[in-house]
């Protein structure tokens, strides 16, 4: 097998990992592999609609930011953490207006409004296109540094040595390194509606916690209230930050009576919707009330019309959206296994607590893969591999058979571990489940559905029909090996 040996690896193609990989410093030799076999990075944060959350708006501050995020995250945000993100994360998106970044503006910078938000505060970049530019621009600054990009090759194996990570094998190349960092997203695609259109499905999160890497609150998987129904496509909530409204098909704007109305979090909203949808009512985004959809929205526009739908009334249905759970991480972004980072939505730091804040995850990325970054950086020398003990080390293996069911996995994540949750629907999906078979998704759904089956409550994005209060003691459910 071919070797390679890189101080830092960082497996992820979207903005956490390009984020981490400009960290890299001149005597530093730092490899950026992409878990598809994918040329260009177009990861979930490509994606990003909406926009990244940060208090730069005069009448904004980041104590302000700092309480939408711990009111969001429902008593389970970590307080050092979020501090961590809403100070650093202001710093940074001045340091990307002084490199150049083009914020839109209007008189400077136009900011808009998202769920959860006390403030404006929300910041977009050609319209609805901020994950395209962010990730983009990221990518040019990465192409400036001394990175080695692999952007064909499919993650085969971890390797560690008793409690260090040593290599990692993809295809037929062993890649040594002293320090790995896993920046490669989320496991939203476990359900069968998500908005996640890149590729990654949580393998790393099963190989991670095979290796021995503790993973936290796989059970907050946070649903998007609206995509365009039976398409997954995303309706950014900025269209309702803008004036747009959910109706159903009586005519009744049934967020009215609820408190934030249409901007309640988004834990409430996909939950209200997912109500009048098993009243077998149809839900619509009302956007008549926008102003210059086309130039606001220019990406949703235009899925709209390759559609032929009516902008003006959208029937919606909720989505899987984001992973909240993840690698366990601390506030260096390093997980319990020397020489291993994780950061972005493949990790868990408690900044979201039991729901994210809307925007809050651009931020993340941008803010804990720096961190990462720089923290592996300064990791010292792993002794290299003595190509004889190789078969000595313990091997964490990405495997499944071609024909493996996918599909049916993600209909039974969706009809038995969704929006609203109980101890019946939860058992019945994991007995089903477990007769599938044994892969790294099959085991990562298996301890999603654990985890929910546990937390005995409910909490932000965990709705529990069965145990619908809150419990005064807010904790996290840690899995180890
Ligand atoms: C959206 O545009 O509604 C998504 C933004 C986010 O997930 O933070």
């Known amino acids: 097998m071919e070797k390679e040996f890189f101080d830092s690896v960082i497996i992820g193609r979207g903005l956490a990992g390009l984020s981490s990989a400009i960290e890299s410093k001149e005597n530093k030799n730092t490899a950026l592999f992409f878990l598809e076999k994918e040329k260009e990075p177009k990861a979930n944060s490509f994606n990003a609609q909406g926009g990244i959350a940060a208090a730069i708006n005069s009448n904004d501050s980041v104590e302000k930011h700092f309480n939408d995020t711990i009111k969001a995250g429902a008593g389970l945000c970590n307080q050092k953490i979020v501090k961590i993100l809403v100070e650093k994360g202001k710093e940074k998106i001045l340091e990307l207006i002084d490199l150049g970044f083009e914020f839109d503006k209007e008189n400077g910078v136009s900011f808009g409004l998202e769920a959860g938000h006390s403030e404006k505060r929300i910041l977009h970049s050609k319209g609805d296109n901020i994950g395209r530019e962010l990730t983009s621009f990221y990518l040019k600054l990465a192409k400036e540094k001394n990175i080695h990009f692999f952007p064909e090759k499919k993650l085969n194996e971890l390797i560690i040595q008793k409690d260090s990570g040593k290599a990692v094998v993809f295809d037929d190349l062993l890649v040594e390194f002293n320090s790995l960092i896993f920046a490669s997203g989320g496991y939203s695609s476990l359900y ?63 967020m009215e009576k609820i408190s934030g109305k249409d901007l309640a979090t988004r834990d409430v909203v996909s939950v ?159 007995t089903k489940i477990k007769k599938m078979e044994k892969n790294n998704y099959t085991f990562l759904a298996e301890k999603i559905i654990e985890s929910a089956l546990n937390r005995k409550e409910t909490r932000g994005t965990h709705f529990r029909t069965d145990f619908s209060e809150i419990k005064e003691k807010a904790e996290h459910t840690v899995i180890r090996k």
């Not at 095979?210 to 039976?230: C, N, R, S, V, Y």
């Not at 929205?297 to 009334?313: A, G, H, R, V």
Request: hydrophobic content about 35%; overall charge positive; aromatic content about 8%.
């Open 192 to 254: 069968s509606k998500n908005t996640n259109k890149g590729k990654t499905k949580g393998e790393v999160n099963s190989i991670a916690l095979k290796a021995g890497i503790e993973l936290m609150d796989l059970e907050f998987e946070q649903f998007h209230p609206t995509t365009i129904k039976e398409t997954n496509f995303l309706l950014s909530e900025t269209l309702r930050g803008e004036g747009a409204f959910l109706v159903n098909d009586l005519n009744e704007k049934f």
């Open 272 to 430: 209200k919707v997912t109500e009048e949808i098993e009243k077998k009512r149809k839900v619509f985004l009302d956007c008549t009330k926008i102003k210059n959809f086309e130039e606001r929205f220019p990406s949703i526009y235009l899925k709209l019309k390759e559609m032929k739908l009516n902008p003006e009334l959208i029937e919606i249905e909720p989505a899987a959206h984001y992973s909240i759970g993840g690698i366990k991480i601390d506030l260096n972004s390093r997980t319990n296994l020397k020489n291993v980072f994780a950061a972005g939505e493949c990790s868990c730091s408690g900044v979201h607590g039991a729901n994210r804040l809307a925007s809050n995850s651009l931020l993340e990325a941008v803010v804990f893969g720096s961190i990462a970054g720089k923290n592996a950086m300064q990791t010292k020398k792993n002794e290299k591999i003595k190509t004889e003990k190789i078969n000595e080390l313990i091997k964490t293996k990405n495997s499944f058979n071609s024909n493996f069911d996918f599909p049916l996995l993600q209909k039974l994540m969706w009809n038995y571990c969704g929006i609203k949750r109980n101890e019946n629907e939860l058992q019945k999906g994991l």
